[in-house]
């Protein structure tokens, strides 16, 4: 069986964790810029007297489709390199896949990943 893992981290522990997953064998991912929030609701800043209210901050979201087996490992390993310990280090998301296909030759299942 097949997972996918999706990941929204701050954008400056990235590199952390594309190095984490990338030397325990997982290089392959996909990565986008988004905005976000949640608990922490954004923050004010005093801009020219005005108080401006920064409520969807910048995040990364990571998505992996592994191996079930590799689920733990995948999660430790983002878990562990996007960690601050401060609120917004973000969250983890997990889901079934129920097939994989590779485009240029026709490979599915675990071979396609």
């Known amino acids: ?8 981290i ?4 990235l590199d952390d964790v594309k190095v984490g997953l990338a ?8 990565m986008y810029n988004v905005r976000g929030r949640g608990r922490q609701k954004g923050y004010v800043l005093d ?3 005005r108080e401006l209210r920064v409520d969807l901050l910048p995040k ?14 995948v999660v430790n390993l983002i878990s562990k ?9 973000g969250k983890i998301f997990i889901y079934p896949v129920k097939e994989v ?5 026709g490979e599915k299942g ?4």
Request: hydrophobic fraction near 40%.
């Open 47 to 49: 801009f020219r007297g």
């Open 101 to 105: 296909i590779r485009i240029r030759t």
């Open 60 to 73: 990364v979201k990571i998505e992996l489709v592994i191996d079930d087996r590799d689920l733990d490992k």
């Open 110 to 113: 675990l071979q396609a990943i």
């Open 23 to 30: 030397n325990e064998g997982f290089f392959g991912m996909t």
């Open 1 to 8: 069986m097949m997972i996918k893992v999706e990941a929204i």
């Open 81 to 89: 390199n996007a960690y601050t310990g401060e609120i917004g280090d």
């Open 10 to 13: 701050r954008q400056e522990r």
